[in-house]
């Protein structure tokens, strides 16, 4: 039969696991933030742009067909733009999905441990 010494180093190891895993995981949320703002703000960004090109052209150009012929081309440039940045984001979700899965991974693991350690404490 385990002692209550035993029993309470069991449950601060298992305390001191599980506050390292949630510590890891704030962390691992805080860069996910940071890097989905980024690409947010690269985005917005883009907008912003296209807003701009689109303001000079209509400001500048007198002509009609030239006027057309500057939307299209603005339009078109956003478009890809905004495509690229749509892959880069879902570059980064895939690499933050590998992240989570590694720390779930790391998680289950660590637990297992705990639990082998504990049973053979018993």
């Not at 704030?26 to 807003?51: C, H, I, P, S, Y």
């Not at 956003?78 to 984001?89: A, I, P």
């Not at 933050?96 to 049973?119: I, L, N, P």
Request: proline residues 0%.
């Amino acid at each position: 039969m385990k002692t209550s010494t035993v029993n309470l180093e069991i449950l601060k190891e298992f305390g001191v696991a599980g506050f390292e895993a949630a510590r890891n995981l704030g962390e691992l949320n805080l860069r996910t933030w940071e890097k989905l703002v980024a690409k947010q703000t690269e985005t917005f960004g883009l907008f912003v742009d296209a807003g701009i090109e689109m303001f000079k052209a209509t400001t500048e150009l007198k002509d009609v067909k030239e006027l057309v012929n500057v939307e299209m081309e603005v339009a078109k440039q956003f478009g890809e733009n905004l495509v690229t940045k749509g892959r880069e984001t879902l570059q980064v979700t895939t690499d933050v999905r590998d992240d989570y899965r590694s720390w779930v991974e790391q998680g289950v693991e660590v637990f297992t441990q705990q639990v082998e350690k504990s049973a053979k404490a018993a």
